[in-house]
Nanobody
């Protein structure tokens, strides 16, 4: 089992920045590929960004390219999502997840991000 706890969400004006953190406990964090997802009201949950177990490979969806950066610190069992130039369309509950690129087995409870115009 892996337990994931997100933090760092909040209310920010358009153009602002937030950094989300996801602290992991349980099984060896560095064994897992990590991802960030988000779910806006009335929409399905969507993938945002992913990072390999070593941190050497990262990828994200086109809509956040150049604005969001995923990173991890295996010594701290934490994965981060730095979000810059935020837009109202980024408003959602953000979730971190652990597993493999094809199957994310463990999920956090989510943190709310609200971007005002």
């Amino acid at each position: 089992q892996v337990q994931l706890v997100e933090s760092g969400g909040g209310l920010v004006q358009a153009g602002g920045s937030l950094r989300l953190s996801c602290a992991a406990s349980g099984r060896t964090f560095s064994n897992y590929h990590m991802g960030w997802f988000r779910q806006a009201p009335g929409k399905e949950r969507e993938f945002v960004a992913g990072i390999s177990w070593s941190g050497a490979s990262t990828y994200n969806v086109t809509s956040v390219q150049g604005r969001f950066t995923i990173s991890r610190d295996n010594a701290k069992n934490t994965v981060y999502l730095q979000m810059n130039s935020l837009k109202p369309d980024d408003t959602a509950v953000y979730y971190c997840a652990a597993g493999s690129p094809s199957i994310y087995r463990y999920w956090g409870q989510g943190t709310q991000v609200t971007v005002s115009s």
